[in-house]
Nanobody
Framework: QVQLVESGGGLVQAGGSLRLSCAASARTVGRYAMGWFRQAPGKEREFVAGITSGGSSDYADSVKGRFTISGDNAKNTVYLQMNSLKLEDTAVYYC?????????????????WGQGTQVTVSS
């Protein structure tokens, strides 16, 4: 059983920045692909960004150029740096872990999830 704990969410004005963290209870970063998803009220959970075991990254078109995913193997932590935040980025953000080495955007491929952290962008 792997536990994932997200932190770093909050209220920010449009154009601002936040950094989310996802701390894993086991050595997963650099070993398996991990990803960030988000879910807004009334919408399905959607892929935001992912990082493979080798450090390659992938981004949804809606966040490309604004968000950066990174991993710290020593701390078993994955980060999501979010810049130039927009109103439409408001959602609960979830960290997920797969047992794959390669990238996947499908939520069903993620075996473990964190509890989520709320990000609210105001005008």
């Amino acid at each position: 059983q792997v536990q994932l704990v997200e932190s770093g969410g909050g209220l920010v004005q449009a154009g601002g920045s936040l950094r989310l963290s996802c701390a894993a209870s086991a050595r997963t970063v650099g070993r398996y692909a991990m990803g960030w998803f988000r879910q807004a009220p009334g919408k399905e959970r959607e892929f935001v960004a992912g990082i493979t075991s080798g450090g390659s990254s992938d981004y949804a078109d809606s966040v490309k150029g604004r968000f950066t995913i990174s991993g710290d193997n020593a701390k078993n932590t994955v980060y999501l740096q979010m810049n130039s935040l927009k109103l439409e980025d408001t959602a609960v953000y979830y960290c997920g872990m797969t047992f794959r080495w390669t990238m996947t955007r499908g939520p069903d491929d993620y075996r473990y999830w964190g509890q989520g952290t709320q990000v609210t962008v105001s005008s």
